[in-house]
């Protein structure tokens, strides 16, 4: 299961913790889901308070700049003065009021159309595997938010440590606030492949739907390029709200070790352990016992038909054992197959 549908830190999958966290905010009639178009039935269940009309399906992964304009575009077809905003639907946030504030926050700037907000994370460590966000002078105008000056790519250790000591820089959070029109008109002038190509789908609209055949013949050829390097990068009205709530991408499992119970020795899980002579790992075994014995700093993962053992410090290199699956030889080997798909 991808990690949106899974339940990693609290009881309710990590898409439905997103969609709870609007309540009061937007109502579920005004929420977009775009996923990939095998995921929509179980992205409908786990969010049934979200009209199944509102679940977008890709044919297939183009990057986050043809996803946003995409729901750019259906959210204009409902409504040309909205107020959008992009919202990852795998992160943890500690504090949803505060995260509402912040939220209502950006609405309030971004609704005179002449901003795109993104909502910045102070650093809490050098980080090398966020993108970085550099903004010191104030919005004029807007106390909560500064004018962003450049967008970095992810840094080495010895430039992220002078990132966080300078104070001047946040993570980037990949969240955002804009009106709809205006991260089209974005779209338009810096990607404009991108926005022919959308609106070209969206003339073949017949029974308010864009027909699934024209998807899976349009949306392959869109350029395949993130909303941040697209655009963001490129424009000059770009401001950063500081979050004001705790934030997390679990974007490896060391990460989400973070997140979870630990014993005296640092092992965490969620599951029944036995750690005897063992520190520093990381267990999710779906409610199996496990025991580790002498080992430390380990991720053990097991997925139900498939296993994952790996040191922590190589959480980020799972893609590699993803790229040897998909060899001639794996995709012959049902199992193989399996362990790619769990992967």
């Known amino acids: 299961m991808p990690k949106q549908l899974l339940s990693l830190v609290g009881p309710q999958s990590m898409l439905a913790e997103t969609v709870a966290r609007l309540r009061g905010v937007v109502a579920p009639s005004n929420i977009l889901i775009v996923t990939n178009r095998q995921l929509v039935t179980a992205v409908a269940e786990a969010v049934p308070e979200v009209p199944r009309s509102s679940v977008l399906g890709e044919p297939v992964g183009r990057n986050t700049a043809p996803c946003i304009g995409w729901a750019a575009l259906e959210i204009l077809r409902r409504d040309a003065d909205a107020v959008m905003s992009v919202l990852p639907a795998d992160h943890v946030i500690g504090d949803a009021e505060a995260f509402r504030r912040n939220l209502r926050q950006a609405y309030e700037i971004a609704a005179s159309g002449e901003h795109l907000i993104t909502f910045g994370i102070r650093p809490t460590e050098p980080a090398t595997g966020y993108g970085y966000i550099r903004a010191v002078k104030p919005l004029p105008g807007h106390a909560k938010a500064l004018a962003v000056d450049a967008f970095v790519e992810k840094p080495t250790l010895a430039v992220a ?117 063992a520190s520093g790992n990381v267990v999710a075994s779906r409610g199996k016992p496990v025991a580790l014995l002498g080992v430390r700093d380990l991720v053990v993962v097991d997925a139900g038909d498939a296993l994952l053992v790996c040191p922590r410090s190589r959480c980020q290199d799972v893609r590699q054992v993803v790229a040897r699956l998909g060899d001639a030889r794996a995709a012959n080997d049902p199992k193989l197959r399996k362990l790619r798909e769990l992967l």
């Open 161 to 277: 440590k002078r990132y966080v000591a300078s104070g001047k820089y946040y993570w980037n959070s990949g969240m955002f606030v804009w009106k709809a029109a205006r991260i089209w008109q974005e779209l338009g002038e810096h990607l404009p492949a991108l926005t022919r190509g959308l609106s070209a789908m969206e003339e073949r609209r017949r029974n308010g739907r864009i027909p699934a055949a024209q998807l899976t013949k349009a949306f392959p050829a869109l350029p395949a390029i993130s909303i941040d390097h697209g655009v963001l990068e490129k424009s000059s009205s770009v401001a950063v709200i500081p979050a004001a709530f705790p934030w997390s991408d679990i974007g490896s499992w060391d990460a989400a070790a973070g997140l979870w119970p630990a014993d005296d020795a640092g092992n965490a899980s969620r599951d029944p352990l036995v750690a005897i002579d």
